[in-house]
Nanobody, 118 residues
């Protein structure tokens, strides 16, 4: 069974940092594109950051300069380093990735809660 599993969420004070991890498991040969999304209560899910198979990145304007997406191809991991967190960053964060197994899958993780207190 192929799946993505996020970890690293939690409670942090405003101005603090967290690093989220997304691990691909199962018969996955490689991660193609990947991204981190978030969904706050009562709001739509939104793209936070994306990374291509070649390592190019893109960010939502509200997180530029504070968040960094990266990947470890050998370990099939995708990270989101979040600095200078603010209460408005509070949300459930989801990892999404297109992965190559015996066929291509578009996978979502189960989500990890990030709560930033003021």
């Amino acid at each position: 069974q192929v799946q993505l599993v996020e970890s690293g969420g939690g409670l942090v004070q405003a101005g603090g940092s967290l690093r989220l991890s997304c691990a691909a498991s199962g018969n996955i040969f490689r991660i193609n594109r990947a991204g981190w999304y978030r969904q706050a209560p009562g709001k739509q899910r939104e793209l936070v950051a994306g990374i291509t198979s070649g390592g190019r990145t893109n960010y939502a304007d509200v997180v530029k300069g504070r968040f960094t997406i990266s990947r470890d191809n050998a370990k099939k991991l995708v990270y989101l380093q979040m600095n200078s967190l603010q209460p408005e960053d509070t949300a459930v964060y989801y990892c999404n990735a297109e992965v190559q197994s015996f066929r291509v899958y578009d996978l979502w993780g189960q989500g990890t809660q990030v709560t930033v207190s003021s």
